[in-house]
């Protein structure tokens, strides 16, 4: 069985900082790409960052890009993702997210889309204060 578990989220001032966690098990962590999103109230789940099996690529929504930085450790079958300078639109709830169904896939921009996931952690929440 699959799951993903975030940690990290919290309450931050604009300007601050917050890391998040993910931490996978049932599935060849080392072989998947892995990603980050993001859902606000009334909004559309949405793109934040994605990482290739190895850690050696990365994509980033153009929102987020300079500020965020997601890396992995393949060791400890957990993604990051650092968030700097922090500003009241990024609140949301994040969402880890892992594709199964390929191994060792070349990251391209199809993984900015949710669809190309096979499995969604429970979400952790992320309020900046103005």
């Known amino acids: 069985q699959v799951q993903l578990v975030e940690s990290g989220g919290g309450l931050v001032q604009a300007g601050g900082s917050l890391r998040l966690s993910c931490a996978a098990s049932?599935?060849?962590?080392?072989?998947?790409?892995m990603g980050w999103f993001r859902q606000a109230p009334g909004k559309e789940r949405e793109f934040v960052a994605a990482?290739?099996?190895?850690?050696?690529?990365?994509l980033y929504d153009d929102s987020v890009k300079g500020r965020f930085t997601i890396s992995r450790d393949n060791a400890k079958n957990t993604v990051y993702l650092q968030m700097n300078s922090l500003k009241p639109e990024d609140t949301a709830v994040y969402y880890c997210?892992?594709?199964?169904?390929?191994?060792?896939?070349?990251?391209?921009?199809?993984?900015?889309?949710?669809?190309?996931?096979?499995?969604w952690g429970q979400g952790t929440q992320v309020t900046v204060s103005s």
């Open positions: 990482i290739s099996w190895g850690g050696g690529n990365t």
């Open positions: 997210a892992a594709e199964a169904r390929s191994s060792r896939a070349v990251l391209t921009t199809k993984y900015g889309v949710a669809d190309q996931y096979d499995y």
């Open positions: 049932g599935l060849t962590f080392s072989r998947n790409v």
